[in-house]
């Protein structure tokens, strides 16, 4: 079976040390896992507003992209590299923090709306919608009003620790993912969720 020709692989998040570690920076966390295992190296694109890392897994080469804009300008980095580049966006994956999803949960999907993230609403109105996203389980503190203080907090370590087990699930099948395409992935990434103890996700997400 083909795999997926994915080309970029956008990580979320916020610039700088006061947020290296909250839940609203799920997404770049899984880039530089990404980048250790594979043996990339972040450098700064003022031109991007964005640090990149070529990366080869297997016989492909890709990009890796954190966009240096914070959180609610993510679009426009995104887009100058799919641009410069030339990459069709079937072939973007971007991964982001998930308020829908309890914490740990990690999904893969390709296309579909933003979900109140603004984030992803400004990398859908600069790219479109019909791009791959791993969507990282956060949980939602239960209040609306709660939501900015709650993503760009740090979570407890039993919760960074889901988080943390959830990125290296998702890093697990990058490759299958490139070789073997995205049925196969997400059989395998979802699977996790059915394991004894194992958190779920809503049945419609």
Do not use: C
């Amino acid at each position: 079976m083909a795999g997926e020709p994915l080309k970029l692989i956008v990580g979320l998040g916020n610039p700088g040390t006061e947020y290296a570690r909250t839940r609203h920076n799920a997404g770049f966390q899984f880039a530089d896992e990404l980048a250790r295992r594979h043996g990339a190296t972040f450098r700064s694109e003022p031109r991007h507003r964005a640090e990149l890392a070529r990366m080869r897994v297997g016989d492909t080469e890709l990009w890796l992209l954190k966009p240096m804009s914070y959180m609610n300008h993510s679009g426009d980095p995104v887009r100058s590299v799919a641009s410069f580049y030339k990459v069709p966006v079937e072939s973007v994956l971007v991964a982001y923090d998930e308020l829908d999803f309890p914490t740990g949960v990690v999904r893969l999907k390709q296309g579909g709306g933003a979900a109140g993230h603004n984030g992803m609403r400004d990398v859908i109105a600069h790219l479109g919608d019909t791009f791959w996203r791993l969507r990282i389980g956060i949980g939602h503190p239960g209040d609306r009003a709660a939501v900015l203080d709650y993503v760009l907090g740090r979570p407890p370590a039993a919760e960074a620790q889901l988080i943390h087990e959830a990125l290296l699930a998702a890093a697990d099948i990058v490759p299958l993912l490139l070789s073997e395409g995205a049925q196969i992935a997400m059989n395998r990434l979802h699977s996790r969720e059915s394991a004894p103890g194992a958190p779920t996700a809503p049945a419609n997400s």
